[in-house]
């Protein structure tokens, strides 16, 4: 089965626990295809470059799937038709990245830095 990434940015103003929701959602989806979630991620709430629907910012959630192109079809109808979320990205990989993406590795990066860093 091919690999993807699908990558979702939802509204401002759910809670963490509703994105979370979102994303076992897709991993759901996922599941009644044969496929399987190999890591799910949440980036957090952050700065959009522009505003889109009326939002500012955003909650961001990647998921790192093994599915065939059908469960892919599904994911991006369902979230074209959910209000929650705003944006979505679903790209084919030739292979899933081990550890953690380039956005939790810029996250602990910047976690040495600050007033509470020892220098």
């Known amino acids: 089965m091919p690999f993807y990434e699908h990558v979702f940015i939802a509204r ?22 044969k496929g399987t979630v190999h890591k799910t991620e949440t980036w957090g709430l952050k700065q959009l470059a522009y505003k889109i629907a009326k939002n500012r910012k ?21 979230a074209a038709i959910n209000e929650d979320i705003i944006r979505w990205l679903t790209i084919r990989v030739d292979e899933l990245e081990k550890g953690p993406s380039v956005m939790m590795r810029k996250q602990e990066r910047r ?5 509470d860093s020892e220098n």
């Open 58 to 78: 955003g909650h961001y959630a990647m998921l790192s799937v093994e599915a065939p192109g059908e469960a892919v079809a599904e994911i991006e109808r369902q």
């Open 111 to 115: 976690g040495g830095r600050g007033r």
């Open 12 to 33: 401002q103003d759910l809670s963490q626990a509703q994105v979370d929701a979102l994303a076992e959602t897709v991993t759901n989806v996922i599941g009644e295809y």
